[in-house]
């Protein structure tokens, strides 16, 4: 009978959830589930697209047959290569090359669109070079670097008539056939490829040429370029630019007849940033156009905007995003985030794309290593320019305008640049947020940036009562870049639980709350010239993720937090402050794996010389100049100096 009630209580119950009221809720309640999910699903794949939307360019359309080119140039159309085309020549007729084999090799190197085709086109068929040379092949290679197709291809410009040859062996015998005792110029146009073994094979096929034979090799990447010498093309100048365009704008006619455009033409000439490609394009394209107003379009046009069917530019420079591995892709679009000509730090670029996971996950004591590599191949490949070292250990770049329009036209619904007296419309999900052009009186959030709870970077934000709540409400935010912190950070900021990169240098703050030890996935905590901070949190050896600490210029900082040895992860710290009780002792640095500078404060604090060994500097291979300071008097000098000596080898600042 008990057996019978259950069932029935049972059958009662699932009756009861079933009815209409409880399989409406079930409904409702499922659809915001399936909802959600969509949504983060429609995220994550914004996340990891980072390439151009449908409708856009087609990369497809764009195929190898579009980018063949030939050894003819029509010279009356060329404007400032001509230093570049006489260095080049006389390289040529010199043959000054340090290569002692019979094949001497010179590398053309510059970013899409710059010329360096033209530029070989222009040597090629040169009169002088047409007599130096008995040979001379031109053949372009693009993303074919097969060696059995590049054989066959040397063999029919040579014969100029088809080869139907398709081993490797016999290929190679013919062709050495038809190179053995003459002396050649080759001319390999737009190479990809850099598999050494591949051009060591073709290299070797042809060392058989008389001596003075040269091979010419024109490229977007450095790294196929290093072979010596090497000519990095560079730009055209405001006055070359200027007169390409005239050529292509005006046409037969006389500027004079069109004087009203003279001043909009050279607008748009500084558009293209002194590259001729997009010079040539921006000039074909408004040379039908008549009015003012028309060229006043493609004037404050993004290049994106532009008539696919009259604009190379996008799909030119596109090749060199399209030969990217899906990491760097990602690394280098992003940079949109900033306007135009601004600096690039590499330490700060490094520390943005590991918040954001664009460096493929590797050991915290790899990571900043390989987004060193990450930034010297996106260098090498010509996306980032004007690198200069602006002292030890700081690096910074610049990215060529156009570089930067394709990088906007990649994230252009994922990132918003904030400037005064613009309004921005939201379009899709933002994912990234840069404050830096205007002034925390300026800051005025519209509607639309209101609602938007997805972002993932916020880049020079102004600290003001109008933006502080909006950012806290941003809780998949992992880039918090944020000055002028007025008197106190709030203890709210724990809810930011995926934060990995704060910056709040220069804030008036005087205490960081302990709530921020609760940001375990912390990264890199900046808090340089706070001058008035006077404590960090107590528990900061809990921040097992910390890389990186800058607290340069805190001079009210009295003392570090207990126990920093237990960071370690930590590779940067710009000051530690010596205490005298375990725990605040020098020796918490003796497993940090620390980089670039470090300063030692309040050294009388070290008791001995067992002590002062214990931080083990000598052993930080990648510490630069370590600074080490302390109260000396007379009467410890030499103690002092000793306890110096014992800790570091290198160069002693007190």
């Known amino acids: ?131 130096h040379f008995e040979l001379r092949i031109w053949v372009c290679v693009s993303d074919d670097f097969q060696i059995r197709r590049l054989l066959r291809a040397i063999i029919e410009s040579i014969d100029r008539g088809a080869c139907s040859i398709s081993e490797l062996d016999p290929l190679q015998q013919k062709l050495q056939e038809k190179l053995r005792g003459r002396k050649f110029l080759l001319v390999l146009d737009d190479v990809w490829n850099e598999n050494q073994e591949e051009w060591d094979r073709l290299k070797h096929t042809l060392m058989c040429g008389e001596k003075g034979s040269m091979l010419i090799v024109t490229t977007r990447i450095e790294k196929i370029a290093r072979v010596l010498p090497i000519h990095h093309i560079g730009c055209l100048s405001e006055d070359e630019s200027w007169s390409l365009f005239k ?100 330490d700060k670029l490094i520390q943005l794309w590991m918040a954001n996971g664009f460096i493929p996950f590797k050991g915290p004591s790899e990571l900043y290593d390989f987004g060193v590599g990450i930034f010297n191949e996106l260098v090498r490949r010509s996306f980032f320019q004007d690198v200069k070292v602006e002292y030890p250990g700081c690096i910074t770049c610049k990215m060529h305008d156009l570089m930067h329009d394709l990088a906007q036209s990649i994230m252009r619904h994922e990132c918003v640049a904030l400037e005064s007296d613009k309004d921005v419309k939201v379009e899709g999900r933002i994912f990234h947020m840069f404050f830096g052009m205007i002034s925390s009186q300026d800051i005025s959030l519209n509607e639309d940036l209101h609602k938007v709870r997805s972002l993932r970077s916020c880049i020079d934000a102004v600290s003001c009562k109008a933006s502080l709540p909006f950012f806290l409400k941003q809780k998949y935010l992992r880039v918090l870049d944020f000055r002028y912190v007025a008197q106190e950070v709030p203890r709210s900021i724990n809810n930011l639980k995926h934060l990995r990169y704060l910056n709040m240098s220069g804030s008036r703050i005087k205490v960081l709350p302990e709530s921020t030890t609760c940001l375990l996935n912390l990264q890199t905590l900046k808090l340089d010239y706070c001058h008035f901070l006077c404590k960090l949190p107590n528990g900061m050896k809990h921040m097992k993720n910390l890389m990186y600490l800058g607290i ?53 604090n070290v008791k001995n010389s067992e002590e002062a060994k214990s931080a083990n500097l000598i052993g930080k291979q990648n510490l630069h100049s370590p600074r080490l300071c302390g109260r000396v008097t007379i009467k410890a000098m030499y103690r002092t100096i000793l306890k110096m000596f014992l800790m570091v080898s290198n160069l002693i600042q007190i």
């Open 552 to 604: 340069t210029g805190c001079g009210s900082l009295t003392c570090m937090p207990e126990g920093m040895g237990q960071l370690t992860c930590l590779q940067s710290l710009s000051i530690f402050i010596v205490g005298k009780e375990k725990g605040y002792q020098v020796s918490e640095l003796k497993g940090l794996n620390l980089r670039n500078e470090l300063t030692i404060k309040e050294l009388d």
């Open 247 to 346: 050529g292509r704008a005006f046409g037969l006619e006389r500027v004079e007849e069109r004087s009203e455009l003279e001043s909009i033409g050279k607008e748009i000439v500084k558009k293209c940033g002194g590259v001729p490609l997009a010079i040539n394009a921006l000039g074909s394209l408004v040379c039908s156009k008549r009015t003012k107003s028309e060229w006043l379009i493609v004037k404050d046009s993004q290049i994106w905007n532009l008539p696919k069917s009259e604009n190379s530019i996008l799909p030119a420079l596109m090749l060199s995003y399209h030969h990217l591995s899906p990491h760097l892709r990602q690394c280098f679009a992003y940079c949109c985030v900033f306007p135009k000509d601004h600096e690039l730090k590499m």
């Open 1 to 131: 009978m008990r057996k019978v009630e259950r069932e029935k209580g049972a059958t009662s119950q699932v009756s009861r959830f079933f009815s209409l009221p409880n399989r409406l809720i079930f409904r409702m309640k499922m659809a915001h589930k399936l909802k959600n999910v969509r949504d983060r699903l429609d995220a994550i794949s914004r996340e990891r697209s980072f390439h151009l939307g449908e409708g856009e360019i087609n990369m497809e359309a764009f195929d190898v047959e579009k980018r063949q080119t030939g050894s003819l140039v029509n010279e009356s159309k060329i404007y400032g290569r001509d230093e570049e085309k006489k260095k080049i020549i006389e390289m040529l007729l010199t043959n000054v090359s340090n290569d002692q084999d019979s094949l001497a090799i010179y590398a053309i190197w510059g970013m899409g669109g710059l010329g360096k085709t033209t530029l070989a086109q222009l040597v090629y068929n040169d009169a002088r070079v047409k007599s």
